[in-house]
C-alpha cells in the first residue's frame, strides 16, 4: 500500500511539474496581457485541448494533494488509520468533483 | 532552535510542506471561483471584481509563489530520489526559492 | 557568565522529566566533551549516568546532543563548541532516556532487525568466496554506506523518527540498503517488503539531518534514496 500510495504520488507530481509549468506560464501571459473573464472564456469555450489538458490537471491533483495531507497529518497529528484514509479519499473526490465541474464550466 | 531545524534539507522541507498544505486548502476555493463561470462571464467578472482589493492580491501573490516554491522544491526531492543527485545545498534551496519569489512579483506587478 | 577558565555545564539528570544541572569545570588544554563528563562524575557528582567505551572515535558509545548538535563526545572539542564557556548536555533524541545521558537503543537495534538489515545467506551459500569486484556499481554503494557503527546520532537527529514511531529511520534502512547491495545476499525479496511497509523508506522526505550529521560521512538520504528507486523497480518494473 505504501509503496503504490509513494509510486503514485510521485508520478503524479511529475505530471504535475510540466502542467504546472504550463499553467503558471498560462496564467502569467493571461494577466500581463490584461484578459477579462469574458476574454478568457472565449478562448476555452469549446477548446478541446484546454478540456483535456485541464482534465488531467485536476486528476493529478486528485491524486497527489490528499497523498501528501496523509503524510502531514499522520506525522503532525495523532490521526491515523482508516478514518484518515477514508477522510482523504474523501478529499480527493472533491478535487475530483469541484475540478471536473470547473473545467466544465469554462470549456462548456 | 534545534540544530536539525536551521539544517538547509529542513528548511527547504518545511518550506515544500508547508505551501503543499496551503495549496490544498486553496484548490477547492479555486475550483469554485471557476465554477462561478458556470453562470456566464458575467458572473465570473462580478466574482472576480471582489479579488480587487490588496489584501486578496497579496494572499494571490503568496498563492503564486507558494505554488512555484511547492513545484520548485519538490523538483529538488524528485532529482534526489530519481536521478541521484547529491544536493548542492545552499544554492538549489535558494535558486528554488528566488525562481519562486520572482513569479509571485511577475503576478502581482502585472495585476497592477 | 563564566570566565575563560572555567566551564559552566548543564548536564541533564534523571529521566523523560528530568532537569539540567549545572557544573562549572576548569577548562583545559586540548579538552574533549567527554573529558568534562567524566571529571564531572569522577570529581563532582558519582551518580553522574553516561557512556563511553573507546573514548577514540572508533565505537560511537558517547553519543550525545551537546549544545543542541548530536555528535560523539570523544570527538568534540570544548573549544570547538562551547558558547562563552558555556556546554548544555542531552542525551540522544528519540530513544527512552535510561538516566542521565545515557539512552535505551533497543529500539534502534530492533528496527535494524525489522529492516532486515542483516545479511541472509540462503539455504544453500557458496562453499567458496564470493568474487566481488570492489569497483562494480553494487559494491561502491554499499561502500559508501558500510562504515556505519550504530551510534544512533542520525536516529536522534531525524525529525521523521521523532513524529512517526513507524518509521525504521537511517541507520536501518541505511544498512538495508548495503545489503541490497550485497551480491552474496539471497534475502533481497524479504528485504524489499520490510523496507516498503508503512515505516518504510517512503517516509523520508529528505531533510538529510541524518547526512549533516554523520559522523562517519555516510549519508543515508542517498542510501534511502536508492531503496525508493529499488522499491518501485521491484513493484512496477517486476524483477530482481
Known amino acids: 500500500m505504501s509503496a503504490l500510495l509513494f509510486a503514485a504520488q510521485r508520478v503524479s507530481a511529475i505530471v504535475l511539474a510540466f502542467a504546472v509549468a504550463v499553467h503558471l506560464g498560462t496564467i502569467l501571459y493571461a494577466s500581463h496581457t490584461g484578459l477579462t473573464a469574458g476574454a478568457i472564456l472565449a478562448r476555452t469555450h469549446g477548446n478541446v485541448a484546454f478540456a483535456l ?6 486528476v493529478a491533483v486528485a491524486v497527489h494533494a490528499p497523498i501528501g495531507l496523509r503524510n502531514v497529518l499522520r506525522e503532525w497529528t495523532p490521526w491515523r488509520g482508516r478514518t484518515l484514509d477514508l477522510a482523504l479519499l474523501f478529499f480527493s473526490a472533491l478535487l475530483l468533483v469541484l475540478g471536473f465541474r470547473a473545467v466544465i464550466a469554462v470549456y462548456a | 532552535m534545534r540544530a536539525s531545524h536551521t539544517q538547509r534539507g529542513f528548511v527547504a522541507a518545511m518550506l515544500h510542506r508547508l505551501s ?3 495549496l490544498a486548502i486553496f484548490l ?3 475550483f469554485l471561483a471557476l465554477a462561478t463561470a458556470l453562470q456566464g462571464a458575467n458572473a465570473l467578472d462580478s466574482f472576480l471584481a471582489l479579488t480587487r482589493n490588496p489584501w486578496v492580491e497579496a494572499a494571490e501573490f503568496g498563492l503564486v509563489a507558494a505554488l ?8 529538488r526531492v524528485l532529482a534526489v530520489e530519481f536521478l541521484d543527485l547529491r544536493e548542492k545545498t545552499a544554492a ?21 | 557568565m563564566s570566565d575563560a577558565a572555567t566551564l559552566d555545564v548543564a548536564i541533564w539528570r534523571g529521566t523523560e522529566d528530568g532537569h539540567f544541572q549545572s557544573f562549572a569545570v576548569p ?6 566533551v567527554l573529558d568534562v563528563v567524566t571529571e564531572v562524575q569522577r570529581a563532582h557528582d558519582a551518580t553522574l549516568s553516561y557512556r563511553f567505551a573507546c573514548r577514540v572515535g572508533m565505537c560511537g558509545s558517547c553519543a550525545m546532543v551537546v549544545n543542541g548538535r548530536p555528535r560523539w563526545t570523544c570527538r568534540t572539542r570544548v573549544s570547538e563548541v562551547a558558547v562563552e564557556g558555556r556546554l548544555k548536555l542531552e542525551p540522544l533524541r528519540n530513544l527512552t532516556i535510561v538516566k542521565d545521558l545515557a539512552v535505551e537503543m533497543t529500539d534502534f537495534f530492533d528496527k535494524w532487525r525489522d529492516a532486515r538489515g542483516y545479511f541472509e545467506p540462503g539455504a544453500t551459500p557458496e562453499t567458496y568466496f564470493a568474487v566481488v569486484p ?25 525529525d521523521v523518527v521523532a513524529w512517526d514511531a513507524d518509521y525504521l ?12 547491495n550485497d551480491v552474496r545476499d539471497r534475502g533481497q525479496a524479504e528485504r524489499m517488503q520490510a523496507v516498503a511497509t508503512e515505516g518504510g523508506c517512503q517516509a523520508c522526505h529528505t531533510h538529510m539531518s541524518c547526512t549533516q550529521f554523520c559522523p562517519k560521512a555516510i549519508a543515508p538520504t542517498y542510501s534511502i534514496a536508492g531503496l525508493k528507486r529499488a522499491v518501485m523497480k521491484r513493484a512496477f518494473g517486476g524483477g530482481a
Request: glycine share 10%; charged share 10%.
Open chain 2, 28 to 30: 477547492p476555493l479555486h
Open chain 2, 68 to 75: 512555484a516554491l511547492h513545484m520548485t522544491l519538490g523538483l
Open chain 2, 20 to 22: 503543499g498544505i496551503a
Open chain 3, 169 to 180: 529511520g537511517p541507520a536501518a534502512l541505511n544498512r538495508a540498503w548495503t545489503l541490497v
Open chain 1, 53 to 58: 489538458f485541464y482534465g488531467l490537471f485536476v
Open chain 3, 27 to 32: 577548562r583545559r588544554e586540548h579538552q574533549t
Open chain 2, 92 to 112: 538549489l534551496v535558494s535558486v528554488c526559492a528566488a525562481a519562486a519569489c520572482a513569479a509571485g512579483l511577475v503576478f502581482v506587478f502585472n495585476l497592477g
Open chain 3, 134 to 158: 570492489p569497483a562494480t556499481r553494487e559494491r561502491q554503494a554499499a561502500d559508501a554506506g558500510i562504515e556505519c557503527i550504530g551510534c544512533g546520532v542520525c536516529y536522534s537527529a531525524c
